[in-house]
C-alpha cells in the first residue's frame, strides 16, 4: 500500500512570497489532515477534511493560509503572503473512514521562510 | 483546552538500558493515545495506539500504558538499541474523527 506523498520535499522562498504545498493521501482515506510543526514542537493541526467538506479549520490563519481538496482526494495548502514565523515542516496525514483508525503521515514539506 | 506535556524533553542512555517516556494530558475525556516516532527530517511512524477502554498496548520491545483518570500515559522501550534513536511524539484525541493534539516530544539518543 503506497503512503501518503507529499510535495516539495524542501522549498525556500521569501517573505511576503506565496508558495503551495501538495499532498496525495491513501486511496480510500476519506479524511485528509494538514498539520504545522515548528522545529521543538509537536505538529499543531491547521485544517481537516471529510471527503470534501472541511470539518476544523479553528486553527487556520485564514487571512493568509488557504486549502482546499479537489474530488475528495488530492489537497493542496497555500500561504500568500508568507511570514517569517510560518518556517516549519508541514505534514499532511489521511485516515479511513472507519472507527477506530489512526493517522498516516506523509513525510512533510519542509519550508524555509527568509 | 487540551494540553499534552512530555518529560523529559531529551534522553541520552547507553545501549541495552531500560527507559520509560512520559506524557500527560489535562483532559482526560479522551477517544484515544497514541504515540509516535519522528526520525530528523522524516514524517510521522505510528507505533502504539491505546483506546481509551484500553490500560496498555505492546508492539515487540514497546509498550505503552494509558491511565485515563490521572490523565497520563507511558512509554517503555525494553534493551534499548541505537536504532531507536529518535523524537518520541505522544498525542491524544478527544473524540473520534477529531484533531491529534500533541506533546513537545522527547528526543531520545541510545549510546552504542
Known amino acids: 500500500e503506497a503512503g501518503v506523498a507529499q510535495s516539495p520535499r524542501y522549498k525556500i522562498i521569501e517573505k511576503r512570497q506565496s508558495v503551495a504545498f501538495w499532498c496525495n493521501p491513501i486511496s480510500g482515506h476519506a479524511t485528509l489532515y494538514w498539520y504545522q510543526q515548528i522545529l521543538g514542537q509537536g505538529p499543531k493541526l491547521l485544517i481537516q477534511?471529510?471527503?470534501?467538506?472541511?470539518?476544523?479549520d479553528s486553527q487556520l490563519p485564514k487571512d493568509r493560509f488557504s486549502a482546499e481538496r479537489l474530488k475528495g482526494v488530492d489537497s493542496t495548502l497555500k500561504i500568500q503572503p508568507a511570514k517569517l514565523e510560518d518556517s516549519a515542516v508541514y505534514l499532511c496525514?489521511?485516515?479511513?473512514?472507519?472507527?477506530?483508525?489512526?493517522?498516516?503521515f506523509g513525510p512533510g514539506t519542509r519550508l524555509t521562510v527568509t | 483546552k487540551q494540553e499534552v506535556t512530555q518529560i523529559p524533553a531529551a534522553l541520552s542512555v547507553p545501549e541495552g538500558e531500560n527507559l520509560v517516556l512520559n506524557c500527560s494530558f489535562t483532559d482526560s475525556a479522551i477517544y484515544n493515545l497514541q504515540w509516535f516516532r519522528q526520525d530528523p527530517g522524516k514524517g510521522l511512524t505510528s507505533l502504539l495506539l491505546i483506546q481509551s477502554s484500553q490500560r496498555e498496548q505492546t508492539s515487540g520491545r514497546l509498550n505503552a500504558s494509558l491511565d485515563k483518570s490521572s490523565g497520563r500515559s507511558t512509554l517503555y522501550i525494553a534493551a534499548s538499541q541505537p536504532g531507536d534513536s529518535a523524537t518520541y511524539l505522544c498525542?491524544?484525541?478527544?473524540?473520534?474523527?477529531?484533531?491529534?493534539?500533541f506533546g513537545e516530544g522527547t528526543q531520545l539518543t541510545v549510546n552504542p
Open positions: 496525514a489521511s485516515s479511513p473512514p472507519a472507527l477506530d483508525y489512526e493517522q498516516y
Open positions: 477534511f471529510q471527503n470534501n467538506g472541511v470539518v476544523d
Open positions: 498525542a491524544v484525541e478527544e473524540t473520534s474523527g477529531s484533531r491529534l493534539t
